[in-house]
């Protein structure tokens, strides 16, 4: 019967002694931290070099896609999904819809705002740095659409990323997205 009570004081010391430390917020906070850590699980970054098929030479710089890698460009039809410009293009080419790589079609604004990717160039074979951009405030053109992801990083590195109409900040605030150019910025290092 002494050893119950010894057991039930020390038990019972040891409660008072962890409510006087801990209370009920306390214990709230914690577990909302817990969950709000949980949720942002997800966000964590992530290392797709496997799935985009990057060698260790490559590692280096995400989007710069070669022959090795599976992305396959040519140098000679700037209006096919496969020109070496157009590695990381998520959209409609403007070189077919009335612009050209490098300049909207009439009655589109250029966005002030672009993506980025590494393209390998096979007919000097160097590799440079193309900034996306869209062209904006015209309806979607419908020719020479091309989904190319090589090198594209999920929405959390958004200057990678080509899922995300970048018409906000156009001219007259229009988002209506039309098509994509892809001039070059330089070479690639």
């Not at 914690?30 to 490559?58: C, H, I, N, T, Y």
């Not at 900040?169 to 290092?189: F, L, Q, R, W």
Request: a neutral charge; glycine letters at 10%.
């Amino acid at each position: 019967m002494k050893d119950n009570k010894r057991f039930d004081s020390t038990i019972e010391k040891l409660a008072r002694t962890t409510a006087n430390y801990t209370g009920r917020r306390s214990f709230i906070g914690k577990v909302g931290m817990f969950l709000a850590g949980s949720a942002l699980l997800p966000l964590l970054p992530v290392d797709r070099r496997a799935r985009l098929g990057l060698g260790e030479a490559q590692a280096a710089s995400v989007g710069n896609m070669t022959r090795e890698g599976g992305w396959k460009p040519q140098d000679t039809d700037p209006q096919a999904c496969d020109y070496w410009r157009h590695c990381s293009i998520d959209g409609q080419v403007c070189d077919c819809n009335g612009g050209s790589l490098t300049s909207c079609p009439p009655g589109s604004t250029l966005s002030p705002s672009s993506w980025v990717a590494s393209c390998y160039n096979p007919g000097d074979g160097q590799t440079y740095l193309i900034a996306y951009r869209d062209c904006c405030g015209k309806q979607t053109a419908t020719r020479c659409g091309c989904f190319n992801t090589h090198g594209e990083l999920p929405v959390y590195r958004p200057e990678f990323n080509n899922d995300i109409v970048w018409c906000f900040g156009a001219e007259n605030d229009d988002m209506t997205y039309h098509c994509t150019i892809s001039p070059v910025v330089g070479k690639a290092s």
